[in-house]
């Protein structure tokens, strides 16, 4: 069936150091790819999405790259702050409309 | 504001008794559905809805019920909740049904508790 694997957690970083968060996903057809941020004590919210291979989403400095060759959707943002710690997903949305999230990576962000 | 709306954000209860968790939405949307989020486990569906009187069951559907009375409101309903409920509970709905791009808004969340 279609699923979504992330990197585990937690990722702990220093103030403006490059981040990456893995994202691979398994599903037929062409699904649309999400990542998700979750802020602590509040629920999920959309930070970028692409729906076709080779698109590239972006957002508040992240970005990330549908590559089907690679089933891969990593998360990328060249100097993280302090605010981005928080809990980051990657979903998929399925040819039959099903949103399917991965486990969740936590970032931590240190001055 | 455009919102999703959930309560109690907290919530202790014993096991066995019925419990409700109210879910409001004031963006017009379709699409609603409720999630459980549970540590290395991402977010799991429970159920959805498409429409008004249209609800269809998710990936973990035991135990809980739902229903869809009116567009804006879609409480999630224990009859008998056990400790395997314990859980983060989140609403969340969107514009467009499923077919479509259209993202998820996610309400703040209910932290359930069942002793």
């Known amino acids: 069936g279609n699923s979504v694997t992330q990197m585990e957690g937690p990722v702990t970083l220093s103030e403006e150091a490059f981040l990456t968060i893995n994202c691979t996903y398994t599903a037929t057809g062409y699904p649309s790819l999400f990542w998700y941020v979750q802020y602590p004590g509040e629920g999920l919210q959309l930070l970028l999405k692409a729906t076709k291979a080779d698109d590239k989403g972006s957002n508040k400095g992240f970005e990330a790259t549908y590559r089907k060759e690679t089933t891969s959707f990593h998360l990328e943002k060249g100097s993280v702050q302090v605010s981005d710690s928080a809990v980051y997903f990657c979903?998929?949305?399925?040819?039959?409309?099903?949103?399917?999230f991965g486990q969740g990576t936590e970032l931590s962000v240190k001055p | 504001e455009a919102q999703v709306t959930q309560n109690p954000r907290y919530l202790i209860t014993v096991t066995g008794k019925k419990l409700t968790v109210t879910c409001s939405q004031n963006m017009n949307h379709e699409y609603m559905s409720w999630y459980r989020q549970d540590p290395g486990l991402g977010l799991r569906q429970i159920y959805y809805s498409m429409n008004v009187e249209a609800t269809d069951k998710g990936d973990v559907p035991e135990g809980y019920k739902v229903s869809r009375k009116e567009k804006r409101n879609f409480p999630l309903i224990l009859e008998s909740p056990s400790p395997n409920q314990t859980s983060l509970y989140f609403c969340?709905?969107?514009?467009?049904?499923?077919?479509?791009?259209?993202?998820?808004?996610f309400g703040n969340g209910t932290r359930l508790t069942v002793t």
């Open positions: 969340a709905s969107s514009l467009e049904s499923l077919i479509g791009n259209s993202p998820l808004h």
């Open positions: 979903a998929l949305r399925d040819q039959g409309g099903k949103l399917i």
